[in-house]
């Protein structure tokens, strides 16, 4: 359950963070580790926002490496540094993650088709897939391999491009998928609570003020219960909020006049039901505006996720929800891409849609995409000892997390003694006595849905069932069975007959908005 706000009003310490998401939680699990004292506050559940709304992938990095116009780019020394160094990054956070935590990613093969004129060929590609391997410690292979174009005639992707002829080789390799971003938040902030540190989602900050001596004071409420409030102060405050960096750090009082860090681009992404020759096979390239688009295989499904679109996002950052005009554009394009598929908007089971909080740069409309996960020392902005990282993404946020650690040590010392985080993924206990909620998907049982109730700062069905367990996110599931799984958790959560209602019908809300679904 939710540590009560009356529990820590008034304490005092180390780290302070705004935002529980991908860059948040993994700050506070390692700060915590690393002996600092910690409390982190979402106002929303954790992982609610555009981490649940990613793509899911644990790339190589090999793409980073691909000029987009000419080789000539990559010999400018700060995009070789950004795409270098990015590569580098995702094939160590790759294998990182794939020895430690197996039981949250999927494996599955990518298919890149090069055509004649692209500004690569297929030898530059061989010499950066070499390079990634230099940077393979954990041995995680990258299954690296070129088909020519008579080779490619048998893969169901690449054998129907569009201008096959103009077809000069296609690159396969070795990918993996997160299983579901918002649990390896949820494990993320659950270990740093059992390394100490105070976590707390639907908690608000009203207030945020510079102290004259230095450090911060949050003014705290419960978003649920409005009445109840906390005050806290700490020395360090990290703004990890996403797409909400910008409107939070003109929050802070006294006022100042921090620096744009933030563009939002909206990203939709489709979950569609291809032909079974598809099965188990992925593709990736550029769409007819020259951004990236792909159809991978969704895990452990007979499904594909089509994704993305790329589109500048000046809306409510509480409302961003995918549209039928994004549902057509990610459907022509494709279609567009493989003829073949000729995709109709029956064949979506449903969409989702998030707003990404890339680096804002002046000279780039749609922001600075590389390098990813970006920490920012706020100092130059007016706000002293306060940190934001942007452009995010889930495949770096270990590494994100360790970079925020260093840059606190060289401003403060830890307040406790160190201790071994764990990225081991948390499993539900063994019951093997209790019933599935649904047949479909016999490994999700009622007493996963109690447990989580009763352990995870559960307050909602759509917690429950999306970020808990998962299984929103692979299936639909009726008002009966619905209300079934709201009945499960009632005693715990202390819902009547009124309020088991409401969470069903809220449940079916919000699919139908944020999903495109019923």
């Known amino acids: 359950m939710r540590p009560a706000l009356s529990a820590f009003d008034g304490q005092h310490f180390d780290v302070l963070i705004i935002g529980g998401g991908i860059s948040g939680t993994p700050a506070a699990q390692h700060l915590s580790g690393a002996g600092y004292t910690v409390c982190l506050v979402e106002k929303n559940d954790f992982a609610s926002g555009a981490t649940s709304r990613s793509g899911r992938l644990l790339h190589c990095g090999l793409r980073y490496l691909a000029p987009s116009r000419s080789l000539w780019e990559l010999l400018r020394p700060e995009v070789f540094a950004a795409a270098f160094g990015t590569a580098k990054r995702s ?18 093969e990518t298919a890149i088709p090069i055509f004649k004129g692209a500004p690569y060929s297929g030898w530059q590609i061989d010499l950066g897939a070499r390079l990634l391997q230099r940077f393979n410690k954990n041995n995680v292979p990258l299954d690296y391999r070129r088909l020519s174009p008579v080779e490619a005639r048998s893969h169901p992707f690449a054998g129907k491009v569009r201008d096959s002829g103009k077809l000069s080789t296609v690159v396969m390799f070795r990918d993996y998928q997160f299983d579901w971003p918002e649990r390896i938040c949820i494990d993320a902030a659950l270990d740093a609570q059992r390394l100490g540190a105070v976590i707390r989602n639907y908690t608000t900050a009203t ?30 405050l990290l703004n990890m909020t996403g797409t909400w960096i910008d409107q939070l750090n003109r929050q802070v009082s006294p006022p100042t006049e921090p620096q744009r860090k933030i563009v939002a681009v909206k990203g939709v992404h489709l979950l569609a039901r291809l032909p079974t020759e598809y099965l188990g096979y992925g593709i990736a390239g550029m769409n007819r505006e020259g951004e990236q688009i792909f159809c991978v295989p969704w895990a452990r499904s007979d499904k594909h996720v089509i994704g993305v679109t790329e589109t500048i996002y000046e809306g409510n950052l509480d409302d961003v929800r995918p549209e039928e005009g994004d549902v057509s554009f990610l459907l022509e394009e494709m279609t567009h891409f493989i003829p073949a598929l000729k995709l109709k908007r029956a064949d979506v089971h449903f969409a989702w849609a998030g707003a990404r909080p890339i680096t804002y740069d002046p000279n780039r409309p749609k922001g600075r995409r590389l390098p990813f996960s970006v920490l920012q020392d706020l100092t130059n902005d007016g706000l002293p000892g306060a940190f934001a990282i942007t452009w995010a993404t889930i495949m770096l946020h270990r590494s994100a997390g360790r970079e925020v650690v260093r840059a606190i040590q060289d401003r403060l010392k830890p307040s406790r003694e160190k201790r071994e985080i764990s990225y081991k993924a948390r499993q539900f206990p063994e019951n093997p006595i209790s019933p599935a909620l649904l047949d479909a998907c016999p490994d999700i049982k009622i007493a996963d849905l109690r447990f989580a109730a009763e352990h995870e700062q559960t307050e909602t069905l759509v917690d429950l069932l999306f970020r808990r367990t998962g299984l929103g996110w692979r299936t639909s599931i009726d008002p009966p069975t619905l209300r079934r799984a709201a009945e499960a958790v009632a005693d715990i959560l202390r819902w009547d007959n009124a309020r088991i209602s409401e969470e069903v019908q809220s449940y079916l809300g919000y699919v139908r908005r944020y999903h495109l679904q019923g």
């Open 91 to 108: 094939m160590e956070a790759r294998g990182q993650f794939v020895l430690s935590t197996p039981e949250r990613v999927d494996r599955m």
């Open 207 to 236: 207030s945020i003020e510079r102290l004259p001596a230095g450090g911060w004071k949050l003014d705290l409420v419960d978003t649920l219960a409005p009445t109840n409030r906390a005050s806290v102060t700490g020395e360090i």
